[in-house]
């Protein structure tokens, strides 16, 4: 008995693969909300920089304040004349009338940071299945902008920015910030990075950054280099010695390089003076202004791209594993700009 054949041949009838809308509805929802359990830099950002400018313009009002009471008691307690009276008077007119000014511009930079955390929360409210892929293309830009400011490509990723109209969902502002003090290190200043210190002493001594320590030592060293010993000696007992409880080890080895500066036998001494510790300065800054706003050391291009090759269903899963284990591939956690490539020139990255 023969069986009859089908049309076109086919012994088989085809099922139909079609997913139900509100399975795909139900899938995209699924992964909306798993993509925004990604957003915590996003947030917590510009919060901190708000914080910060709340905390920087309380101080400079609070001096202020505490100069104008301590001139108008001690023109209280003093017999002066009418003319030296007026005279105060208007002193103290001149200087309320600098602090309304600072005021207003406090003001401002305050409502500056509320409304740029008003607008990503709005931005993560308006993310919703039926505009998916267009909130997802604007999350592509902003990781791309995020990614050309930690590599310095900050007139690109400014433009970038500009052109998508997402200056408030983007923290160019805090990454020009940490510019200036990257830019002043790299040219041997430490100026910039002790004024940034300041300005988070408390926020670093909670942490237990060593930072300031390190460009306090390397200003010693500078000193020494100039062989400018009595300096030197005068600047470590005045900026060094508090940090004596806490890093006495480190500071024993770096008092001794005013006696072995000049023997090249003593590498323990002589890496003191090596262009390279200016690079680890820098390196040490990124560290503590991410740390101090609550961003991943690695930029955020990294991070997806490396959780995207990791759950890859390929033939060559070795292949993924060497291009996140490569110090040369832009994808490995451990590369830096201060600790090139140490893998030989083997690897598969060089072919």
């Known amino acids: 008995m ?20 509100s399975t795909a509805l ?29 905390r920087t313009n309380h101080r400079a009002v609070e001096k202020e304040i505490s100069s104008v009471i301590s ?10 004349s009418n003319d030296d009276a007026v005279q105060h008077l208007t002193s103290l007119v001149s ?27 709005d931005h993560l409210e308006s993310a919703g299945a039926e505009n998916l892929s267009e909130w997802n293309n604007t999350r592509m830009k902003r990781i791309l902008v995020d990614y050309m400011l930690r590599m310095s490509y900050y007139d690109t990723g400014l433009k970038l920015a500009e052109s998508s109209n997402m200056l408030d969902l983007v923290d160019i502002d805090v990454f020009l910030e940490a510019k200036r003090v990257i830019d002043a ?24 950054s060593k930072f300031e320590f390190q460009l306090r030592l390397q200003e010693y060293v500078e000193l020494v280099r100039a062989e400018d010993h009595l300096r030197a000696i ?20 770096v008092f001794a390089i005013v006696a072995f500066k000049g023997n090249p036998e003593c590498a323990v001494y002589k890496i003191f003076f090596e ?10 800054f990124k560290q503590e202004f991410c740390r101090l706003y609550g961003m991943p050391l690695e ?11 990791s759950s890859l269903k390929t033939p060559y899963p070795l292949l993924i594993d060497l291009l996140l284990a490569c110090n040369c591939s832009p994808l490995s956690p451990t590369r830096t700009h201060a600790h090139p490539c140490t893998c030989t020139r083997s690897c598969l990255i060089h072919y």
């Open 95 to 121: 200087r309320l009338q600098g602090l309304k000014r600072k005021l207003e511009e406090g003001s401002r930079a305050e409502n500056l940071q509320a409304q740029r955390c008003r607008a990503r929360i």
């Open 185 to 208: 290190l790299q040219k041997r200043e430490v100026a910039p990075a002790l004024a940034w210190c300041a300005d988070n002493k408390s926020r670093l001594k909670k942490s237990k």
């Open 2 to 21: 023969e069986m009859d054949s089908l049309p076109n041949g086919n012994s088989t009838i085809p099922t139909s693969t079609t997913t139900p809308p």
């Open 299 to 309: 930029p955020l291009l990294n991070i997806f791209l490396q959780a995207g090759l």
């Open 71 to 80: 001139i108008v008691n001690e023109a209280a307690d003093s017999d002066i």
């Open 275 to 284: 262009p390279k510790q200016w690079d680890y300065l820098v390196e040490q």
């Open 234 to 253: 005068t600047y470590a007992r005045k900026y060094l010695a508090p940090w004596a409880a806490t890093h006495m080890k480190e500071m024993q080895r």
């Open 26 to 54: 139900s899938s995209k929802l699924t992964q909306l909300t798993e993509s925004l359990k990604l957003e915590h830099q996003f947030l917590r950002v510009p919060f901190e920089h708000y914080k910060k400018t709340i």
